[in-house]
């Protein structure tokens, strides 16, 4: 029954006309309501003033002793005033005047006052009930020689609504007048809406599915709304053909570009990826498999794989695939020393490309000569963490037999064994420490725990420490220290770590009669140790791998001189987790000058 668009219009249409005849209605109800209260109490005001009045009359007639003129009294005020019912009645129940004698029993009428009624019956109440409909007054009369008489008026305080026929008028003009004005602003409204609404509705039907544009335009008597929706719908539409026509281009156009593309990815991979026939003919090879088989990319295609392979391992592998004798994922390895793959270690795999045709082959070249030489680092690592370990445990199962054969009666000698196995047991905890540390490195869950370090009582505990070792090799070591050192933020055990490790390798990797001295300067930013020695110095060549886990240098004359290749590149993780750095200066057979750096507090932050 709605016009295209209408829809919204009308929904909101309906919902405000429906809210108006609401407010309406609820206004006339409240009005009515509030009027007909006033109007009772109104009445019930004006009945209370003429009881009054009447009771006042009544009460001057009967102590002047007229009763016929009260009993007149009371009927004219009933008639006139609508009381209702209205009796005068004594204590006793005998009824004076009243409005209508016919409800009352003729034994209670009294003609003429008593000349006094019984004190003991209960006087009449000053009272007055009020409903919605009804008002009763009691009012007492006081009749002087007698006692108390009682004025019992009940009377109808019921308003008519049609008493109010103005006010109902009056609101039913507001509300046609309201519905007319509402119908004019909604005829307004919806000539200009109803774009909008058509809009709307075709955006439902898109997101009912409906994607034909035929459904979703809309007129453009509409107005200038429609015809932007329009445009859209035709811009999308273009779009889409657009967007279809380049998917076909796509997937009908060149595919030498597209293969073009293929090959840039796979000569970026760092394995060599080999894809051969059922007579190990090579349909395709990428730029590392070239690499690895010494041979181009021209000459190995069409051409037998096996006459670029010259390793016998490799070459069997092959002829085992072509002959048939091998139809699964097989892997193996050239190792180093081979004549073709010279110095490097090769993983060589062989798969079959797809299942209907097990004779088409892919080969795999990974170069994992990395990986063999972490292996051996690890195993390199192992040997001489275990000589590390295993030396001052000797020393210190020697050293305790010693004491107890032959401490007891020698005191220098017992005290002598005391301190190489202190020292020992020093050397031992440092080896330990290193390993934890390197392990925790590793995992990833190494971290400092700062505090103060007082740095006046570890350098006087490191002079200790290495006084005895100098003096075994006949070494000067000089601590320069300034007269006051300061007190830093830094974790201690991990300082402590880190110079025991420079200042012991200064001392390994010094001849005897050489010096080592250790500079300490406290400047205003930062604390820089320098750990100067008159060693056999480094070369240029390993200081640029000096700082890596397990690498030692290749100086013949350090074969005998044991070392895990932990101890730099642990002192330089600690450092630079403080917010440092350790450098190294060397000349060969001039000695080597470590520098360790850690800022203040606040830069370190």
């Known amino acids: 029954m709605l016009l295209r668009g209408e829809s919204t219009v009308a929904s909101i249409g309906i919902a405000l006309a429906v809210i108006l005849l609401c407010a309406v209605g609820a206004s006339a109800w409240w009005a009515i309501r509030t009027l007909r209260e006033d109007a009772q109490h109104a ?14 009359s009544a009460e001057s007639m009967m102590n002047a002793g007229e009763l016929s003129a009260v009993r007149r009294l009371v009927a004219d005020a009933a008639r006139e005033h609508g009381l209702g019912q209205c009796t005068i009645m004594l204590p006793d129940g005998g009824v004076v005047a009243a409005s209508d004698f016919s409800k009352h029993p003729a034994g209670k009428l009294v003609m003429s006052l008593p000349d006094r009624w019984s004190a003991g019956l209960n ?9 919605q409909t009804t008002l009763t007054i ?49 005829r307004h409204s919806r000539a200009r809406l109803r774009a909008v609404g058509a809009i ?14 035929s459904a979703l335009a809309i007129s453009a008597d509409l107005g200038a709304e429609a015809s932007a929706w329009n445009q859209i719908l035709d811009q999308s539409d273009k779009l889409r053909h657009d967007k279809v026509a380049e998917r076909a281009r796509e997937s009908l156009g060149d595919r030498r570009r597209g293969k073009s593309d293929l090959d840039e990815a796979c000569d970026v991979m760092t394995q060599g990826i080999v894809l051969v026939d059922e007579k190990m003919r090579c349909k395709y090879a990428n730029g ?31 002829d085992d695939w072509a002959s048939g004798r091998v139809r699964q994922r097989t892997t193996i390895e050239a190792e180093r020393g081979d004549a073709h793959f010279g110095e490097g270690v090769l993983r060589v795999s062989i798969r079959p490309v797809r299942r209907e045709d097990t004779g088409s ?16 680092a690890r195993h390199a690592f192992v040997a001489h963490a275990t000589h590390e370990l295993r030396t001052p445990l000797t020393n210190i199962r020697l050293y305790v037999e010693t004491a107890l054969d032959d401490g007891e009666n020698d005191a220098v000698l017992r005290a002598k064994c005391l301190n190489v196995i202190n020292s020992e047991s020093r050397r031992l905890e440092r080896i330990v420490n290193d390993l934890l540390s390197t392990a925790e490195i590793e995992s990833g869950s190494f971290s400092i725990q700062r ?7 570890l350098f006087a505990e490191l002079q200790a420490d290495y006084e005895a070792q100098a003096a075994e090799k006949h070494l000067e070591v000089t601590f320069n220290l300034p007269p006051k050192l300061p007190v830093i ?45 008159t060693g056999i110095g480094i070369s240029d060549q390993d200081q640029e791998r000096l700082f890596e886990k397990f690498y030692r240098a290749q100086d013949k004359r350090i074969t005998d001189i044991t070392g895990s290749g932990l101890g730099l590149a642990l002192a330089r993780e600690v450092v630079r987790l403080h917010g440092g750095d350790i450098t190294v200066q060397s000349a060969i057979d001039h000695g080597s000058t470590f520098s360790m750096t850690i800022p203040g507090a606040a830069d370190a932050a």
Do not use: C
């Open 43 to 56: 009445e019930a005001d004006r009945i209370r003033a003429v009881v009054a009045m009447l009771a006042d």
């Open 123 to 131: 006087p009449p109440a000053d009272q007055t009930a009020v409903t």
């Open 138 to 186: 009691d009012r007492p009369l006081t009749i002087n020689g007698h006692g108390l008489a009682a004025l019992h008026v009940q009377a109808p305080i019921e308003v008519s609504v049609s008493r109010f026929w103005g006010a109902q008028a009056g609101l039913g003009v507001i509300g046609a007048g309201s519905m007319l004005a509402l119908l004019l602003v909604y």
């Open 200 to 213: 709307r509705e075709a955006l439902l039907a898109i997101g009912a599915g409906e994607g034909a544009s």
């Open 288 to 318: 590392a498999a070239a690499v690895f088989l010494h041979a181009d990319r021209d000459q190995l295609h069409g051409a037998d794989v096996r006459q670029f392979v010259k390793t016998e391992n490799v070459k069997t592998l092959l």
């Open 361 to 376: 082959a892919m080969l795999v070249l990974e170069d994992i000569t990395q990986q063999r030489v972490a292996e051996e």
């Open 451 to 457: 505090d103060d370090v007082h740095l006046d009582a």
């Open 489 to 533: 933020q830094a974790d201690r055990d991990m300082i402590t770590l880190a110079l025991h490790n420079l200042i012991s390798n200064a001392l390994k990797y010094t001849p005897e009669g050489g010096k080592v001295q250790i500079n300490v300067d406290p400047g205003e930013h930062s604390l820089t140790v320098d750990v100067i020695d």
